[in-house]
């Protein structure tokens, strides 16, 4: 593997996790939020911009493609955030400049050329934590002026070349410590223009760069105030008022103290019109103004009183036209106005009335389209607009009547993609664009649907040990399983082989046969047997030494038999029989001592209560209870007999509320019950009567919610519940009324979704699996939104399911799951998702031949950084397993993505020989079910990709290698040797592989077809 090294480098420190046999313990025999990109300037041709990842919101460029997008530098290391603003690209587009906030040195001025090097700090104006606060930056001559607030001379001009020499102030306006405030700073006719404030007052000054040629140009009583400053050509227009003579009012200047004065005085005397959007247009000025009879509307001037006419009274009378909402490429303005009838559209001008209309109704209507993000863009202008039958969406006009054009569904039907900050940069547009996939990420266009595209996603059984009831106990999985020669017992395991064994509470093949683990992470607690105790509870800190005797309830070799162990308040609750007057009744047994209480005989007599359901809520324990007088209903305790009493009788008399799902949710608890009148619907409680009520009835009146399988993340609960529109969906609520709400409808009407293992994770979200009745079982996720309830993924394209439906865990507390799936190609397989379709991938290989896969996968429980679970790979039987979230160096390869097709319908694989462990010198990659006879060359490249091309994909990220060439035999099979060499600084890395097959019927141009791709992990 020498002609890889390259890549190996690239891959290093970013490897997959693998997973790993842990021990065949028995003989054989039957046993899924965006980067929120923001600020796009063109640097050179290439999008710099703002996005927010785990580094935080930082600076990131991209050329718009995958390999082409990452972070320029993490200015504020970690998760912190420098939060870049005001981002300014130099005229000659050889630096950006910007503003940014690093802890010690404040918000001050910095540069970027789109590289590491390139991007530094250019001046901490005020040194130390303090910050200068640099603003209003604008290119002009070879780098930028900015207003800056330094001690020595107060807020001024300042500019800066990039360099720490080349920044300076400009001219200290107002001297000494004394600000001069400048503001609205604008370049044109290569000088800049700006308002200050000095002995005159508030004036306008131009400046063309140096002291000397910086000066004041108005001289008005009382300060004219310039603001709304607007460069066409060499002239600059802004608002100025003259105390004494007029109100607020529109002034030009041509940057000589004599040619600059008021342009028109629209409402004569001192009143003032209400003044905007100001933009070039021709050799004039496009802005908006209400003069107080018309409203808001278009006007144009070429700075003339004469040639100050409005361009239209859009919204006839007092009603306003415009809505300050229009951009200019120079010769045409496009905006958005309502003329009453079609609410607001898009309209264009030219300067002049009859070069003034609406460009589009894209929403017939009063409602309108409302557009909006409009951008100049070659050939015309992009803007999003809301259409019923679409949703939020890109459009495309070139600015003339009748010439409006969807670019692209981004979200495809009534689904939005809310594109955001559309610019024009090189040959391609770049916004943003919000899909489930994905979360709001940066896209990119040339105004053709073809041409768009997201730039970057910047994040039979044979043989067995039967293991079962997996947990956690320190850095220690603890389960059970048959050991061939002690039985059915406790073992723990650091998820090694020789770390994993079996602990022998029984001696002899008998087993004590743990059942009822109960975890809080530390600790796991069991009921085992001992010869000397009889069936008592055990506790484990995850070792051999640490696993004991925690409660013996009768002492000797009598047996309380504990079930239903639950942990609540720092002690253990369970049903036990400790007295032979009673059945099994409630106990607490204190965490620290393993004393046993009784909590009553709630059922009086040998019959039992059937306590179940110990959840703490606020500083009582809750269960569930029957007695004779009321049935099974809500009791609580505070650990003793006398403080344990029934809480609320939900369904009066001996018919039982068939309360289920207690679930702590803050410091009380949800669950489901059965009350007259109501059904079984949304209940909570804080473990008192008077704080016992009913949350939501969600199917009102007596059909029932039947509200199940509670989740619990964010401040809210997920749940599952039938509502009288929707049928049975996902729900949410924040433990008010108001605040539950039914958040899916998979399924459309009254038809019910079949929803399962829901899974919280950190974040407020939650995964889970559905069939929307077309698809089969998939991975679904929530954040707690209507819109952010969607499919990740449809994994097993068509109708069969990717997600075995009660193997769904969190991974970890990374905000990913895990999952046992299926993508049609692989058999089943471990997969890890963390919201999107492209983060669903599957992790490694089970199964020893391509395409066979598990047999069983269950239980995954994270312990760390790593996942352990069971699974059966068709060799061993069910066995414990351990997935490294870390990659660890564990040698593995799976597939990934899929082929295309070509000559005969035939499909390109890709497969492995052998495992790409260090010194197997047989490593390689193979190719089945191509073209006899063809030509095939296998590329590696250190990432992964999606790049549609046609009907194909591209898997493999630029930069790739072609490893090798091979010429498919008769069969259509080749392979290319690996080798890959005992080197241990090569542990842990990942490549990814892909063929391309020559083939004159190929999907690929109608040259060649593609396999799907191959990950490889390089371990021992």
Known sequence: MANLRPLVALALASALPGQTLIRDLGAPGSGNPGSNPTDFVDLGGVAVFVATTEHGAELWRSNGTPSGSRLIKDIAPGTASSQPLNLVATTAGNLVFFTATVDGVG???????????????????????????????????NGCAYTC?????????????????????????????????????????????????????????ISDGTPAGTSRLTDVPGSLAPSSITTVGSRAFFTGRAASTTGTELYVSDGTPTGTGLVIDLVPGTGSPTLSTFLPLGQGLYFEADDGVHGN?????????????????????????????????GNVVVFVAND????????????????????????PGPNGSSPNNLAPVSGGFVFSATVDSIGNELWFTDGTPGNARLVLDLVSGIGSGNPRGPVQIGGQVFFSCSTAATGREPWITDTTAAGTRLAADLRGPIGGSSPADLRVAGNHALFVANDP?????????????????????????????????????????????????????FRSDGTAGGTTLFSDSIPGTGSASPRGLALAGGDIYCVARTMTAEGYEPHRIDGVSGTIHSLGDLNPGTSQS?????????????????????????????????GTALVADLFPGTTS???????????????????????????????????????????????????????????????????????????????????????????PGLTSTQISDLVAVPGGRVFFVADDGASGDELYTSDGTVAGTVRVRDLYPGGGSGVLRGTLAAAGTSGAVVFGGSDGGDGLQIWLSDGTAAGTVQAGKIGPDPGSGAIELRDFTSVGSRIFFFADDGVTGLEPWVLDLNGGAIPFTSSYGRGCRGTGNLEPSIGAVGLPALGNSGFGVRVADGLAGAQSLLNVAAAPTQILVGSCRILVAAPLITAGVSVLDATGRGQVGLG?????????????????????????LGIATLSDGLRIQIGQ
Request: aromatic fraction near 8%; glycine fraction near 14%.
């Open 107 to 141: 918000r001050e001025l910095w540069r970027t050329d789109g590289t590491a090097q390139g991007t530094f700090l250019v001046h901490d104006t005020i040194p130390g934590p303090a910050s200068g606060t640099p603003s209003n930056l604008v290119a002009f001559g």
């Open 149 to 205: 607030n330094e001690p020595s001379t107060g807020s001024e001009i300042w500019f800066s070349d990039g360099s720490l020499a080349g920044t300076r102030v400009l001219l200290d306006l107002a001297p000494g410590t004394a600000s001069s405030a400048p503001n609205h700073l604008a370049v044109g006719g290569g000088r800049l223009w700006f308002s200050a404030l000095d002995a005159a007052g508030l004036e306008l000054w």
């Open 297 to 329: 509307e278009p006007w144009f001037t070429d700075g003339t009183a004469a040639g100050t006419v409005p361009l239209g009274d859009l919204a006839p009378g007092s009603a306003s036209g415009a809505s300050r909402n229009a951009v200019s490429d």
């Open 340 to 363: 009453g009838v079609s609410g607001f559209e898009a309209w264009r001008t030219d300067g002049t009335v009859a070069g003034t209309t609406r460009i589009a109704d894209l929403r």
């Open 485 to 537: 020669a002690a039985g059915r017992e406790p073992f723990v395991s650091d998820g090694t082989p020789t770390g994993t064994n079996a602990i022998d509470l029984l001696p002899g093949p008998g087993g004590s046969n743990p059942t009822e683990p109960v975890s809080d992470g530390v600790h796991t607690w069991f009921v085992a047997s001992s010869p000397t105790t009889g069936r008592e509870v």
């Open 610 to 642: 059937s306590a179940a359901q110990f959840t703490t809520a606020g500083n009582r324990v809750v269960f569930v209870a029957s007695s004779p007088a009321t049935g099974v209903e809500l009791w609580g305790t505070d650990g003793t007999a006398a």
């Open 657 to 747: 509320s068939s309360i289920t799902g207690l679930t702590v949710f803050g410091n009380r608890a949800v669950f489901s019950a059965n009350s007259p009148g109501l059904g079984t619907e949304l209940w909570i409680t804080d473990g008192t009567s008077n704080g016992t009520a009913l949350l939501a009835d969600i199917h009102p009146g007596l059909p029932s919610g039947s509200p199940q399988g509670f989740a619990v993340t964010g401040g809210r609960v997920f749940f599952v519940a039938r509502s009288p529109s929707n049928g049975t969906e996902l729900h949410v609520t924040d433990g008010t009324t108001a605040g539950t709400m039914v958040l899916s409808d998979i399924r």
């Open 980 to 1004: 890959v060499p005992q080197d241990p600084a090569l542990l842990g890395a990942q490549l990814f592989a892909q063929w391309v097959v020559l083939d004159p019927n190929g999907s690929l």
